[in-house]
């Protein structure tokens, strides 16, 4: 069983930085990918960005495109999300996971979810 563990949310002004991480804990840890979604209030569950474990390919949404830097330290079984240029639109519960499956940027495909850490951007 993998249990994963989300740090590094916080406040923050527009424009201002932050990274969150994601660290995987579990006898073996072997993912194809992991990846971030986030939450909003009162709206559904999306993607953000994702890396496959082995070669480091990764895959993003629209809106985080050149703002959003998703990277891995496979040997601290470790992925984080840097977060420049913030928006109050960022605004959201910010989860990670885990798949073994190919479909990365599907939500359905993830086994793994981690608690979530709450990012806030203000005016």
């Known amino acids: 069983q993998v249990q994963l563990v989300e740090s590094g949310g916080g406040l923050m002004q527009t424009g201002g930085s932050l990274r969150l991480s994601c660290a995987a804990s579990g006898r073996t840890f072997s993912p194809y990918a992991m990846g971030w979604f986030r939450q909003a209030p009162g709206k559904e569950r999306e993607f953000v960005a994702a890396?496959?474990?082995?070669?480091?390919?990764?895959s993003y949404t629209d809106s985080v495109k050149g703002r959003f830097t998703i990277f891995r330290v496979n040997a601290k079984n470790t992925v984080y999300l840097q977060m420049n240029s913030l928006k109050p639109e960022d605004t959201a519960v910010y989860y990670c996971?885990?798949?073994?499956?190919?479909?990365?940027?599907?939500?359905?495909?993830?086994?793994?979810w981690g608690q979530g850490t709450q990012v806030t951007v203000s005016s």
């Open positions: 996971a885990a798949t073994k499956k190919f479909d990365r940027r599907v939500e359905s495909s993830y086994d793994y």
């Open positions: 890396i496959t474990w082995i070669d480091g390919t990764t």
